[in-house]
């Protein structure tokens, strides 16, 4: 037999805590770069029970990890077991990147910075002076909401379900953010499908939906309803990236508009950890060739 000789006593040790981990596919993100990059390192899923978070963080340290992402439900709760974090994380008040130095726990939030270089890259467009909806007010929508501000964006309104959710990111990034950035007005929040709602959505430049509706396995839902027309042909961005394209996705794209799903976004968010945890910076030669093989591997 062929002995796998993979894993040894030097084998550089990163992972994922969250729960449910199952279907994770960012080992396949970091694997496949420790493999392209030659480095002899692993990146394992690591199903953490909420009782056991500050154990499991205290082990990774103990056990010599160089650092781990942090997924679903702890983004928030990791934040409180740092020893110290960066400008990023203060902002959003959820880290999802650890680096693990001496001993000590440095956080740091990709999502943002990985969503953005996805956008730029994927659609050649950005943000200054965009009118920018953003579906959904949970804590994707409130990273992108920020880094949308930060971007540049001229109006952005945030559209929720609860709309209780999409008032609190809306007067955070107004009460923080809004002085010096591009915004012509205040951050708006709607509820779904009012008119004024609709007619946002019919005149904007970008429609991000973050909200997991049309995600696997309800793939005939949609967070919009019919009476949205994309007459403005926005960019419409979906953070789902299974299906590769949901029903929103569809919608727009029948309407003439650019559609890109939330593959990149997976991609980039975890490429910036990686060099965060290596202290390097992945060329371009490698990017290409992982993040072919890796958009094709989400869509197979
Ligand atoms: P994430 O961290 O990915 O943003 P989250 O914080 O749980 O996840 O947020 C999920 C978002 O999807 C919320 O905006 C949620 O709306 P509510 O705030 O009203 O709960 C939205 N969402 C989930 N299921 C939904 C549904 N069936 N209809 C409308 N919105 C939904």
Known sequence: MVLDKRIDGRTVLTGLIGN?????????????????MGINGVYLPLKTEETGLEAAVKGLAALGFVGFNVTIPYKEAICSLLDEVDEEVRLLGTANTVKILDGRLYGYNTDGKGFVT???????????????????????????AIKVVQEGAGQVCIINRTV?????????????LRAG????????????????TIEAL????????????????????????????????????DVIYNPARTRLLSMAHEKGCSIY????????????????????????????????????????
Request: proline share 5%; with cysteine.
């Open 261 to 300: 799903n939330g593959a990149g976004m997976l991609f980039y968010q975890g490429i910036r950890a990686f060099e965060i945890w290596m202290d390097t910076l992945i060329s371009d030669d490698v990017l290409q060739k992982l993040s072919t093989s890796f958009l094709k591997h989400l869509e197979d």
């Open 20 to 36: 449910p981990v199952e279907h994770t596919v960012s080992p396949v993100i970091h694997n496949s770069l420790f493999l392209l």
């Open 181 to 196: 950035s591009g915004l012509r007005e205040p951050v708006l929040s709607l509820a779904p499908d009012t008119k004024r």
């Open 164 to 176: 209780s959710k999409a008032v609190e990111i809306a007067g955070y990034i107004n009460d923080t």
């Open 202 to 237: 019919n005149e904007s430049d970008i429609i991000i939906n973050t909200t997991s509706v049309g995600m696997y396995p309800d793939i005939g839902a949609s967070p919009v309803d019919e009476g949205v027309d994309f007459a403005s042909r926005p960019i419409v961005y």
């Open 118 to 144: 996805a956008f730029r890259k994927q659609t050649g467009a950005d943000f200054a002076g965009k009118k920018v909806c953003i579906l959904g007010a949970g804590g994707t929508a409130r990273t992108l």
